[in-house]
């Protein structure tokens, strides 16, 4: 499998600083993991930290893993000038057992990780693969920015402003497949330069999560449309699930 992340890790961050992570995001992960008990975690596309870092900082146990050398270089980085000593692994996370012989309280696979898998079998082996290193009793946790109301908005969308850099996505959307184009632009005295990565995700929504959770043996799915825990519906901006 390509790592698309290869070139793009390095600029990643250019979303944000991974220690400046939304208050909502956090309160829901506080009320969350204080509700199912979880003291131990597993962010299994971890990316460049932040997570790790936020949950690190709960008091919570965690290790990450991620497919991508590159975003896990840029983590472990991020991670060691925050004075955060978090296990880090390469691993598939179709394939998470074979690295992890040990279980969580929960697996997080957060921001639109798990729609990188583009067939129906694919994502039922990491689905499954993620059910195995969960606890008895523990909790399983996907987010992503693709809903039914996200897929109807414009296809461009400026998600980074600043004086210097601008991130715009423009995606598209065939058959089942939404392509975002993120395109990188550099404006400064400093530094010139533009770039593009094509992200290609898989539109997976509440129906598909219901059916595919269910199917990897899941019993308890709730769908949430945002991180204050309102139901997912047709307007929601986020698509949260939580499955048992
Ligand atoms: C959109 S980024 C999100 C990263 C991070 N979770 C965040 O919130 O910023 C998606 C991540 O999923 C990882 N990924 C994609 N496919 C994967 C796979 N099969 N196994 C493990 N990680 C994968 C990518 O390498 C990338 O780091």
């Known amino acids: 499998m390509e790592d698309k992340y290869r070139t ?9 600083r991974i ?16 509700e199912k008990q979880v003291r131990t975690v597993l962010d299994c596309a971890c990316g460049t ?24 270089e840029v983590a472990a980085k991020n991670l060691a000038a925050l004075k955060k000593e978090i296990p880090l692994a390469q691993c598939d996370f179709r394939y998470l057992e074979k690295i992890y ?21 694919e994502l039922l082996t990491a689905l499954k693969s993620m059910k195995s290193r969960i606890n008895d ?10 809903t039914h109301y996200t897929l109807s908005l ?5 998600v980074v402003n600043r004086s210097d850099f601008s991130r715009v996505f423009v995606k598209e959307q065939k058959e089942g497949i939404e392509t975002i184009h993120v395109l990188d632009l550099y404006h400064s005295l400093k530094r010139t330069e533009n770039n593009q990565y094509d992200i290609v995700y898989k539109i997976i929504l509440d129906e598909d999560y219901h059916r595919l959770l269910t199917a990897a043996g899941f019993e308890s799915i709730e769908i949430y449309g945002d991180y204050d825990r309102k139901p997912y519906d047709k307007e929601s901006i986020r698509l949260i699930v939580v499955a048992q």
């Open 49 to 72: 930290g932040q997570h790790l870092y936020m949950m690190s900082e709960m008091g919570l146990e965690v290790v990450g893993s991620d497919y991508s050398e590159a975003m896990l």
């Open 101 to 121: 012989k040990e279980k969580f309280d929960a697996v997080v696979c957060l921001t639109t990780a798990l729609p990188h898998l583009l067939s129906e079998h």
């Open 19 to 34: 220690e400046e992570y939304l208050g909502a995001e956090k309160v829901f992960f506080q009320q969350l993991f204080s």
């Open 137 to 146: 009793g523990g909790v399983l946790i996907l987010t992503q920015g693709t």
């Open 8 to 16: 793009f890790a390095y600029d990643y961050d250019e979303f944000g």
């Open 154 to 158: 414009p296809s461009i969308e400026v």
